[in-house]
């Protein structure tokens, strides 16, 4: 190979292999960003959980998520729905009721685990629910959608429970209750798992080792290019 043409190919090699480098740099800084920010998300979400309970509100966003709140109000007997659900308890259902606040509003409430479909223990009169705000969980849950018309949940869609309960309009959100109900058969509450997976370190480690790697690489191969081509003595 000629030699302007050999220093255009290892020009052109050594610009992908620091392409490569940047990249997988750029990968680690990423993760090591993401790992500032899903701790933050935990602080935050620990934060919410630990707090005084507060009025549930009209809407929630993101931002609400895992708060404590209180509503008072009264259950909409016969209108349960038993979601599929798999637990430190073992497999089961959420028994999710409707609950009619003061001013008519409508929230759902995940009032707990049962081990089966069956009639709930009636509750009489208004109650005061405590529990942690979870948003709605559209659509189903893994491979598997919910199929309304046949009563099959497989996620919390509050949309879709309200509209199959007649309770529409809802608020846009759930309540998973606390386990202050004892009574003999009620749904077990305070079964929330929050729990944020974050391996962000571990990536951005590897993404940085990879990235020494081809360091190294790079360098090899440069001195052994100059070997090769330099004129013996």
Known sequence: MSTPRRRVVRGAVTI???????????????QVQRRAWKLDLIARVDAR????????PATAGKDDAYR???????????????VQASTERGPGFWAISPLRRG??????????????????????????VTGLLRLTELGGGFLRSNVPAT???YSRDVAAIATRRAVSPALPYFIDADDSDTRPGAPVGGLTVIHFPNSHLAYAVTWYILALMSIAGLIYWIRVERQRHTPAA
């Open 16 to 30: 992908v292999w620091l392409a490569v480098i940047a990249a997988l740099l750029g990968l680690g800084t990423w």
């Open 49 to 56: 959980v630990h707090a005084a309970p507060v009025a549930a």
């Open 68 to 82: 404590r709140v209180r509503v008072t109000g009264d259950y909409l007997s016969g209108r349960d729905t038993f």
């Open 103 to 128: 001013d008519g509003s409508i929230v759902l409430i995940n009032r707990g685990y049962v081990p089966a479909r069956a009639a709930l223990p009636p509750v009489a009169g208004t109650t005061t």
């Open 151 to 153: 009563d099959r949940w």
